[in-house]
């Protein structure tokens, strides 16, 4: 039996077609993926994990390309997803820590390690840094945006979407009344 017999039998759902298919590119998809993964286990992991999505998704091939070629797409995709999964997760677990540090060290000096400043340290610096500018320094929309280097009304952008993220995460429902606006110092 020829790929394209095996495909499209196994797309209506015959199972020694799909073991057949498996076992005909399966070696390849794990080669590769060692070679972009340069970790074994993980290149298992996501070969395997191909395999269960092509199963779901073998209605979605249509023989345009080799199905090598589709396999190694998703194995590819599947990667790139689990690879910035853990980055953003890294940054997450990063984050956390220093937000953790800097509340300990602010208590250890009696300083106060209020709810607004445990809500900002969870924006990602760009809401916080044109937020904390505006609020606690007062500085306008150009000046934030000169600082740091984007166009005004990104900067407005990114203090409002700021805000509104803080605001979730205290509760608050009702408009700013300047509470956060301290007078421009130097600090």
């Known amino acids: 039996m020829d790929e394209k017999e095996l495909i499209n039998n196994a797309k209506k759902g015959d199972h020694r077609s799909f073991a057949m298919l498996f076992r005909n590119h399966y070696p390849l998809l794990v080669k590769y993926l060692m070679k972009i993964t340069m970790n074994p286990d993980i290149a298992e992991e996501?070969?395997?994990?191909?395999?269960?999505?092509?199963?779901?998704?073998?209605?979605?091939?249509?023989?345009?390309?080799?199905?090598?070629?589709?396999?190694?797409?998703?194995?590819?995709?599947?990667?790139?997803?689990?690879?910035?999964?853990?980055?953003?997760?890294?940054?997450?677990?990063?984050?956390?820590?220093?937000?953790?540090?800097?509340?300990?060290?602010?208590?250890?000096?009696?300083?106060?390690?209020?709810?607004?400043?445990?809500?900002?340290?969870?924006?990602?610096?760009?809401?916080?840094?044109?937020?904390?500018?505006?609020?606690?320094?007062?500085?306008?929309?150009?000046?934030?945006g000169e600082i740091l280097n984007i166009a005004a009304g990104t900067a407005k952008s990114r203090v409002h979407h700021g805000l509104l993220a803080v605001r979730r995460e205290l509760k608050v429902d009702e408009k700013p009344k300047g509470n956060l606006v301290k007078t421009r110092t130097n600090g």
């Open 46 to 144: 996501i070969a395997q994990a191909t395999m269960a999505k092509c199963v779901e998704k073998i209605h979605l091939f249509n023989g345009k390309s080799k199905f090598s070629s589709w396999l190694i797409s998703i194995a590819t995709n599947m990667y790139i997803d689990q690879h910035r999964k853990k980055k953003r997760e890294r940054e997450w677990n990063e984050g956390e820590a220093a937000s953790r540090k800097l509340q300990w060290q602010m208590e250890s000096k009696n300083e106060e390690w209020t709810d607004a400043l445990a809500a900002l340290s969870r924006l990602k610096d760009e809401m916080r840094i044109p937020l904390i500018l505006k609020h606690y320094y007062g500085y306008s929309y150009d000046e934030i």
